[in-house]
């Protein structure tokens, strides 16, 4: 099982700070998200894509990572899209987006166990009211099939959103490099058929890609 993690973004809503390195307690942001991937699997082998001025950073980070520059990184479905040259394609991922906080520790594992009976594992959190114009949203079945994923919707009565994914090798097909993040790719594989379950995580989670909601995440876990 290979870990991606994508952590070549402009952070232009907090002026261009690494967003993966802002700390919490006992570390960092990345950091939590590689110590819960190998809660999952603990031979996995990370990838996390960087822009060259974070790449000596990370360059010795440990837990076997990959450090890798994508070739474009306009988007952040490119800089997922680069991590094939640096993996084998057959091997199924674990997703996480290292700017984020997610309060359930044991997240990555139960996707990891889902993906056992499915073609995509998507990770769902109980959002807080001011986060769901912020959020993927998602609707389910009482199989728990997710049938609707709706990007920032201006009002909603839904109250789930993705936070992270684990897919088997057929779900690449899907991502395509003008996709502004990978949850664009959910729906389009719902459509052709793929088998995409929900698994609703404990907690809390964060998108600290402002200072506010990090402020939130600071407040409420210290």
């Known amino acids: 099982m290979i870990g991606i993690l994508p952590a070549a973004g402009n952070a232009t809503r907090i002026h261009g700070l690494p967003k993966f390195l802002l700390p919490i307690p006992n570390g960092f942001l990345l950091m939590r998200h590689l110590n819960m991937m190998h809660k999952a699997d603990s031979s996995i ?3 996390i894509g960087v822009t060259s001025i974070y790449y000596d950073v990370l360059a ?7 450090i890798y520059r994508p070739y474009h990184h306009d988007t ?7 991590a094939l040259q640096f993996m084998p394609a057959n091997e199924d991922v674990l997703f996480g987006l290292p ?11 139960k996707l990891a166990a889902a993906l ?10 109980v959002t807080r009211e ?12 009482d199989a728990r099939r997710v049938i609707g994923v709706i990007d920032k919707p201006s009002s909603t009565s ?10 088997q090798p057929q779900f690449w097909q899907y991502l395509q490099p003008d996709m502004p993040h990978v949850g664009y790719a ?3 594989a719902i459509e052709a058929g793929l088998d995409v379950r929900a698994v609703v995580m404990q907690g809390g989670y964060w998108d600290c890609g402002t200072f506010s909601e990090y402020a939130e995440l600071i407040k409420a876990i210290t």
């Open 45 to 47: 082998g990370a990838r």
């Open 60 to 66: 010795h980070i440990g837990y076997g990572v990959n």
């Open 76 to 82: 952040m479905t490119q800089t997922v899209l680069s």
């Open 99 to 109: 700017d984020t906080y997610i309060e359930d520790d044991q997240c990555y594992a």
């Open 116 to 125: 056992a009976d499915c073609d995509v594992a998507v990770g769902l959190f």
């Open 130 to 141: 001011s986060q769901r114009n912020q959020l993927g949203m998602v609707h389910w079945d």
């Open 158 to 167: 839904l109250v789930h959103a993705w936070g992270a994914l684990a897919w």
């Open 186 to 188: 959910l729906m389009p």
